[in-house]
T-cell receptor, first 112, second 117 residues
Framework: DQQVKQNSPSLSVQEGRISILNCDYT??????FLWYKKYPAEGPTFLIS?????DKNEDGRFTVFLNKSAKHLSLHIVPSQPGDSAVYFC???????????FGQGTRLTINP | EAGVTQFPSHSVIEKGQTVTLRCDPI?????LYWYRRVMGKEIKFLLH????????ESGMPNNRFLAERTGGTYSTLKVQPAELEDSGVYFC???????????????FGPGTRLTVL
C-alpha cells in the first residue's frame, strides 16, 4: 500500500506563472513532510520541509502548505522558472523514525 | 564540502551474478540510508545505519541483499545472486545526528543504476 501519493505524474506550467504540486498521505503517524527535487542522472535534492505543528512554510519562491485534516500537502512555486523543470518528490516521516516514505514523483515542465 | 558519492554509476550484470554497490557519505554524518527506485516508481527505503549499526532494515526485500558499514564510514550493498526484479536505481543518503529535531535533512548521492539481464 502506498502511504504517500502524488496523483499527477506530470505538470506543465508557463514561465512566470505559479506551479502547484500536490501530495496526499494516509498514515496519521506522519509528522514531518519534505519536498525533494530531482534532475536527470542526479540524486534528489532537499527543497523545503514542514512539521505537523505548522500549516505553512515559506522559503523564497517555494511555499509548502499542510492540511492535516485532509492529509494533504502542496508545494507552490512562484514565479516558475525554466530551471524549476525537474521531478518533484513528496516525502514523509513518522515521529521517532528517520526513514522517508516517498511518493511517485511529479514531472514539472516549465515552458518559456 | 564533498557530497555523498556512489560507485559505480552504472552496473549491468546477468541474472545470478553478484554486484556490490558502494556509498561514501558526507564526512561527519553518522546516519546513512539506502533507498531504491524501481522503474520510475516511488523511491523506497531499504535500510538505515547509525554509525556502523543497523538501526532499521525493515525495507530490505530479502536475504539476497546484504548491507555493511565498516567502521561507520562508507557502506556497501551487495546483491547475491541478482534477479531481474532487482533492476533499478539505488540511492544512498546521509544525515547528521541532531537529537531533538525532526527528521534530519537527508542528502542524497547520484545513485547507481543497476540493470540485471
Amino acid at each position: 500500500d502506498q502511504q504517500v501519493k502524488q496523483n499527477s505524474p506530470s505538470l506543465s506550467v508557463q514561465e512566470g506563472r505559479i506551479s502547484i504540486l500536490n501530495c496526499d498521505y494516509t498514515n496519521s503517524m506522519f509528522d514531518y513532510f519534505l519536498w525533494y527535487k530531482k534532475y536527470p542522472a542526479e540524486g534528489p535534492t532537499f527543497l523545503i520541509s514542514i512539521s505537523s505543528i505548522k500549516d505553512k512554510n515559506e522559503d523564497g519562491r517555494f511555499t509548502v502548505f499542510l492540511n492535516k485534516s485532509a492529509k494533504h500537502l502542496s508545494l507552490h512555486i512562484v514565479p516558475s522558472q525554466p530551471g524549476d523543470s525537474a521531478v518533484y518528490f513528496c516525502a514523509a516521516s513518522a515521529l521517532g523514525a528517520q526513514k522517508l516514505v516517498f511518493g511517485q514523483g511529479t514531472r514539472l515542465t516549465i515552458n518559456p | 564540502e564533498a557530497g555523498v558519492t556512489q560507485f559505480p554509476s552504472h552496473s549491468v550484470i546477468e541474472k545470478g551474478q553478484t554486484v556490490t554497490l558502494r556509498c561514501d557519505p558526507i564526512s561527519g554524518h553518522d546516519n546513512l540510508y539506502w533507498y531504491r527506485r524501481v522503474m520510475g516508481k516511488e523511491i523506497k527505503f531499504l535500510l538505515h545505519f547509525v554509525k556502523e549499526s543497523k538501526q532499521d532494515e525493515s525495507g530490505m526485500p530479502n536475504n539476497r541483499f546484504l548491507a555493511e558499514r565498516t567502521g561507520g564510514t562508507y557502506s556497501t550493498l551487495k546483491v547475491q545472486p541478482a534477479e531481474l526484479e532487482d533492476s533499478g536505481v539505488y540511492f544512498c543518503a546521509s544525515s547528521q545526528d541532531n537529537p531533538g529535531k525532526y527528521t534530519d535533512t537527508q542528502y542524497f548521492g547520484p545513485g547507481t543504476r543497476l540493470t540485471v539481464l
